[in-house]
């Protein structure tokens, strides 16, 4: 119930494995489960059924018992009878007695044997009876007495009532499997629910979601946390209905069958429970404590054997080993306290169990002796009192387990409720890639990531079709601001961007896509084959069509030498090298061909041979489209129509190469900085 | 697995053995209580019994319930504390042991190996020593126990109880044979699902720019899908086990009581009686040896899953240190010298050389510079003069002395090291800037900001809320990139090296901030010896030397004015960057 901090853990906060808002969270699942409500139903019946079915079986135990015991006691009246009747016939004759026949040496042997325990049949004090001694006397008996005295076992009853008790069993282990057959559906169904409403999640929340959440979060609520709601579905819940009936059911039987025994059982049980819940809600201090310092040590060992460089440089080791004897003390003592404390909850409740059996046999034995019930029923009650005491416990653990699973369905929902864009309603410029001019204007945009710090303040730009526009500005200067703008990845605070005269607002963020065809520095690639990058979402595409851009950008000779050519799996042994994928990025767009493109030139990690396959590329890519260019190359610079100029997030100079050197300012300074030292 | 306890102190042995002799008692006296269970079962059943005997019967059973509970809870207060010793030695080993393994060693195991190994990996196999090693004791003493208790009673019912062992172990064989191929199959699934995940979370931008959402979202429905379809069957498997279980234990009950009635049946009165209460106590007997065989099979199934772990942590363990400590740390004849003499290198498990045959020499107040393409091992050069791997061939002097003669601490103590993706420690500023042990003490405050400074970090320090006792986040995610290089700059400036070592430190860092904080360091550090590797041009133009390399070859040596003459690799990265006025040629 308390998995180790695996990776997973890392990062989080303290309170991730407390839920919030506990019973909200659970109200909020079991809605989430609407779809699945007629199976957890039945699911229930089952449960409930098995456990109803499980309860009547240790009564049958009790049946059986109760027979054989019938076939084990001598009855003493009748032993009288039968001597009584012995006495007054003739003692040298025959006689017959219940249809037997007795002989008369018979009744000699029978009367010197009676003779003989006979001061144990007429003890005072039962205690002084010796029973085997009366069992023995009676097996040395004439054959005809010993039938007449001896018990008979009804073996039809036995047979009967074992034939019910199997089939009672085997129908509780039936419907025990039907209900983990039907939450097995349930369990499943419902985490991949959850896992395509997050998948579809993501296409619609803004950029800026983005912006503020790390990769690794969206992933373990995905992941984790989707696995924890699920298999806390099939075991706590599955738990607590089952094991809830079967203790009611037990309940019930036992005020039933005595309600003396019932409430011994019941309050021995519970005594024992209140023990339990103590240490558990106090080992739970430690099982907190021991993720949280998981979590750190995590995060510190992290940091060391990733800069182990700069530890070994620096000699960092004494100051690391410092931080990591403190963290690893602590996880000593929690793991300890948290071991020893969930460790003694097994142990308590057996010994609950076996209190509660002396306690029921007791009383019972106290009962049974006066007369008030028969030994069955304390046989029946030795497992009812299992059945009630076991399920304790094993809710009681359910409930802890449900702890971390409500904070994760808590993370999950947050993310299925986060706001999603701005709707589209009513959107729609009926506009068309192919008969798009390709201008664009600019007019008095203002935009803010937060809407009390405009970062664009007041910008206004005319560019006509096949135009280029440079993008210039130290790194972090927000450069992707304007992608960001120009795509809709956010909207304006004020003003209008409009292509073709068409104001973007009125536009579907889709049909803005369609017009730009977008190539980052990040050359992001897929799993799958060249031929899948390179054609993505157009899949009516032929490869004949495909090997044409690639001969284009010059990739074609490339794809030739791959293993499978287009159908190459672009994971294998990273075969491709950065400059591939860049040039594969780029056919990607060329594939998209849209009139207006986005361009970022920076070329990563690329040796000088093949970067200038990769401008060449670009430059194809450029032709004829209008196009913002994050400039690296000065030869773009410098043959741009227009030149917006970025620092710290904002325009500072617009012009071309020549305006803005004639004018001494920012760009002038970072343009000749490069050739100082 | 064994071959960790060895690491384990003296006093654990102790608790061990403590705790295998409290859980023996904890057995004994639970497998005593049958015994008065039966007694009470007699006495109540037989007529006229009197309380008195059921009292004290019943107070016997208490007594070792009691008793039990109490050895229990001892023993587990030692596999506490032998599980939390455990990991705690075994974590520092590890720790220590990786903070002293070469970079080409962390490099093989990977940085996200080595941290699940230190974490994860010992959860694993403590687990396994706090659960394992209860049931490992448990399980076969009560198992002998209660065989021996119950031996000679009945063949009928002992074959009975052995029928009943084979059944459950047979199911459970079967459904684990069934189930766990297939829970890799789940991991698997898992990590695609991640995959595509990441995927679209990565590329986000290119995904909306190319109105691909639907294409990803089939993706992910694809292999969502499958896992859970998977996860179902392997649900469905699991769920035979416990009502399986469950009939088993009732069944054995019932079996046994049947036999009873059948042999009570056919026995002579005398025996009857006797048989009756062998038959209670049997069964309860019974039940703890299928229990023992359950814990047997469950020790079974743990003990492959942590093996594992523990085979991931002994490998680190094991792993022999290449880079072997020298006793050098005297004073040296000359100071901030650098010297390669015919160097090579290649990894020990690889077959082609990263570097061949380089010689230069670094005089002191020297700026030597390395260039040439990505693969072309000018890291790898500049890696072996801290000696993060060793010279394959060839040896690296530094102030004339071969740098394995050294003790590791007295060479890099002459060093400032600055990586060429910054690392940064969670802490606060100016943690970061006096990071690590220079030998002199830890640096003033003053020389903080002095660091600071030239390193061109003095301005955004300032402007931070708390200044040089701001906080900074694990990975300094809440800097940005040109300030976390320039806050790692700023730590060597504070070391006052002989030798500065830039692996690359100043191609995150912009046009204008790279040429003053190189202009400030000169100015700082007149006499200290630099060694630059750059992608730039612009960073490397006026060093004294420039070193240009070629898949690990030099293929020229010399000042950029010669090189552009007479290197063809030199010119042609030259020329790719800046256009022929702008390099003054």
């Known amino acids: 119930m308390f998995n180790g901090g695996g990776p997973g853990g890392r990062g989080r906060g303290k309170d991730s494995t407390k839920a919030k808002n506990f019973s909200g969270s659970i109200k909020r699942m079991i809605s989430e489960m609407k779809g699945f409500y007629l199976a957890i139903i039945i699911a229930i019946i089952m449960s409930l059924g098995g456990s109803i079915l499980s309860v009547i079986t240790p009564d049958k135990l009790a049946d059986i018992t109760d027979e054989i015991t019938g076939g084990l006691m001598i009855d003493r009246g009748r032993v009288e009878k039968v001597s009584a009747e012995i006495m007054t016939s003739d003692m040298s004759q025959d006689s017959k007695i219940d249809g037997v026949t007795v002989s008369a040496e018979d009744k000699v042997v029978f009367m010197q044997k009676v003779q003989e325990i006979a001061q144990d049949l007429d003890a005072e004090n039962p205690a002084d009876i010796d029973a085997s001694k009366i069992y023995g006397a009676v097996d040395e008996m004439p054959e005809s007495v010993k039938t007449l005295i001896e018990p008979k076992m009804d073996y039809d009853a036995i047979k009967h009532l074992a034939i019910v008790m199997g089939i009672l069993l085997a129908l509780s282990a039936i419907m025990e499997f039907v209900e983990g057959w039907i939450m097995a559906r349930v369990t499943a169904g419902f985490a991949r629910n959850l896992r395509n409403r997050i998948s579809h999640k993501i296409n619609k929340l803004p950029l800026r979601y983005f912006d503020k959440h790390q990769i690794g979060d969206v992933l373990s609520r995905i992941t984790n946390d989707v696995d924890s709601v699920a298999s806390s579905l099939d075991n706590s819940f599955g738990t607590i209905i089952g094991e809830g009936s079967l203790m009611i059911g037990a309940t019930v039987m036992m005020f039933w069958t005595n309600w003396i025994l019932a409430l011994v059982a019941i309050i021995s049980s519970l005594l024992g429970f209140i023990f339990v819940a103590i240490i558990l809600s106090k080992s739970q201090k430690y099982f907190t404590d021991r993720q949280v310092e998981l979590g750190n040590i995590n995060s510190h060992i992290e940091e060391v054997y990733s800069g182990l460089a700069v530890v070994k440089a620096y000699d960092g080791k004494a100051t690391a080993d410092r931080k990591f004897d403190k963290i690893n003390r602590k996880i000593h003592t929690a793991n300890q306290k948290s071991q020893f404390l969930s460790g003694m909850m097994h142990p308590f409740m057996a010994f609950v169990g076996n209190f509660g059996y002396v306690a029921v046999c007791v009383s019972g034995a106290l009962l049974t002796m006066n007369g008030y019930i028969s030994f069955g029923v304390i046989v029946a009650f030795i497992s009812y009192v299992r059945l009630f005491s076991s399920p304790l416990s094993r809710i009681a653990q359910a409930i802890g387990s449900l702890q971390p699973a409500a904070a994760s369905s808590e993370r999950v929902f947050e993310f299925i409720d986060e706001e999603e864009m701005s709707s589209e309603r009513g959107l729609g410029a009926d506009i068309d890639k192919d008969n798009v001019k390709g201008d664009i204007e600019f007019d008095h945009v203002k935009f803010g990531y937060n809407d009390d710090k405009l970062i664009i303040k007041d910008f206004s730009a005319k560019v006509k079709a096949g135009q280029k526009i440079a993008i210039v500005g130290p790194t972090g200067a927000g450069k992707t601001t304007m992608v960001n703008l120009l795509m809709k990845f956010y909207d304006i605070n004020s003003g209008d961007i409009r292509i073709d005269g068409k104001s973007t607002k009125e536009m579907t963020r889709a049909e803005i896509h369609s017009l730009f065809t977008m190539v980052l520095q990040d050359t992001w690639m897929f799993s799958g084959t060249v031929r899948d990058n390179i054609a993505y979402n157009h899949t009516s595409i032929t490869d004949k069509e495909i090997m044409k851009i690639c001969d284009t950008v010059g990739l074609g000779h490339f794809i030739k030498t791959l293993p499978n050519g287009l159908k190459t799996d672009v994971d294998e042994g990273g075969a491709i090298s950065a400059g591939q994928k860049q040039l594969i990025t780029i056919a990607r767009g060329m594939v998209e061909d849209a009139p207006f493109l986005i361009l970022d030139e920076a070329t990563s990690n690329v040796d000088t041979r093949t970067e200038e396959l990769v401008q060449k590329a670009m430059d194809k890519l450029m032709e004829g489209r209008t196009s913002f260019i994050i400039a690296h190359r000065l030869s773009t610079i410098k043959n741009a129509d227009l030149i917006l100029v970025m620092n710290e997030g904002n325009i500072i100079e617009t012009g071309n190469h020549e305006e803005l050197m004639a004018k001494g300012g920012f760009y002038a300074d970072l343009y000749n900085s490069q050739f100082a030292l | ?585």
């Not at chain 2, 995959?195 to 979202?217: D, H, M, P, S």
């Not at chain 2, 809440?478 to 700023?490: D, E, M, T, V």
């Open chain 2, 1 to 585: 697995m064994f071959k960790l306890l060895r690491y384990l102190k003296p006093k654990d042995y102790l608790f061990i053995g403590l705790a295998v002799l409290f859980i023996a008692g904890q057995v004994g006296l639970e497998l005593k209580m049958p015994e008065y269970m039966s007694a009470i079962t007699r006495l109540v059943q037989t007529e006229g019994s009197e309380m008195k005997d059921i009292l004290q019967n019943g107070g016997m059973m208490l007594l070792c319930a009691l008793g039990s509970l109490i050895s229990t809870i001892i023993a587990g207060w030692f596999v506490s504390n032998i599980g939390a010793d455990f990991s705690y030695i075994i974590r520092k080993k590890i720790f220590d042991k990786v903070e002293s393994l070469g970079i080409n060693e962390v490099r093989k195991f990977s940085t996200a190996s080595l941290i699940t190994r230190t974490t994860n990996d010992i959860t694993q196999t403590r687990m396994l020593i706090t659960m394992g090693a209860n049931m490992l004791v448990r399980a076969p003493l009560s198992a002998a126990w209660a065989i021996i208790k119950i031996h000679g009673k009945s063949w009928e019912w002992s074959t009975a109880t052995a029928v009943a062992v084979v059944i459950l172990l047979a199911t459970i064989i079967t459904t684990m044979m069934i189930v766990i191929p297939r829970f890799k199959v789940i991991q698997k699934l898992t990590d695609r699902l991640n995959g595509v995940t990441r995927e679209n979370l990565t590329g986000i931008r290119v995904v909306r720019a190319f109105n691909a959402e639907k294409y990803q979202e089939h993706k992910f429905d694809k292999t969502n899908t499958e896992l859970a379809d998977i996860t179902r069957f392997v649900d469905r498997v699991m769920s035979v086990m416990s009502p399986m279980m469950y009939m088993v234990m009732n069944g054995i009950t019932l079996v046994i009581y049947c036999i009873g009635a059948y042999l009570i049946g056919n026995s002579v009165m005398a025996d009857k009686l006797t048989i009756f209460s062998d038959m209670v106590v049997f069964s309860s007997y019974a039940i703890h040896v299928i229990m023992s065989f359950l814990m047997v099979a469950m020790i079974f199934m743990m003990i492959p899953r942590a093996q594992v772990s523990a085979d991931r942590i002994n490998e680190v363990l094991d792993t022999p240190l290449t880079i072997k400590d020298g006793n050098f740390d005297d004073d040296t004849a000359e100071t901030g010298t650098v010297e390669f003499r015919n160097v090579s290198f290649k990894y020990p498990d690889a077959e082609e050389y990263l570097l061949k045959n380089i010689s230069f020499k670094a005089e002191k107040g020297q700026t030597v510079a390395f260039i040439g393409s990505t693969g072309s091992g000018k890291s790898t050069l500049i890696n072996l003069v801290p000696r993060f791997y060793d010279a394959t061939d060839g040896s690296v002097f530094v102030d004339g002395v071969n740098v394995k003669d050294y003790k590791q601490k007295a060479l890099r103590r002459k060093l400032g090291y600055v990586p060429q993706k910054a690392v940064i420690f969670s802490g606060t500023v100016a943690s970061n800037i006096s990071y690590g042990d220079s030998g002199n003490g830890k640096p003033s405050e003053r020389k903080i900001q002095k660091a600071a400074q030239v390193a061109q970090a003095k301005n955004f320090i300032e402007k931070l809320d708390k200044q040089y006792n701001a906080h900074i986040a694990q990975s300094g995610t809440n800097i940005s990139g040109g300030q976390k290089q320039r806050l790692a700059i700023a730590r060597a400036v504070a070391r006052d090296p002989e030798i500065y070592i830039f692996d690359d430190s100043f191609s995150a860092l912009d046009y204008k901030t790279d040429a003053s904080l190189r202009q400030a360091l000169k100015d700082y550090t007149k006499d200290a010896t630099s060694l630059i590797v750059a992608q730039r041009i612009g960073t490397i133009m006026n060093a004294d030397q420039i070193i240009v390399l070629d898949k690990g070859e030099c293929v020229g040596h010399g000042t950029h004015k010669e090189l552009m003459k007479n290197c063809e690799v030199y010119k042609e990265i030259a020329l790719s960057q800046l256009t022929k006025e702008e390099l003054n040629v």
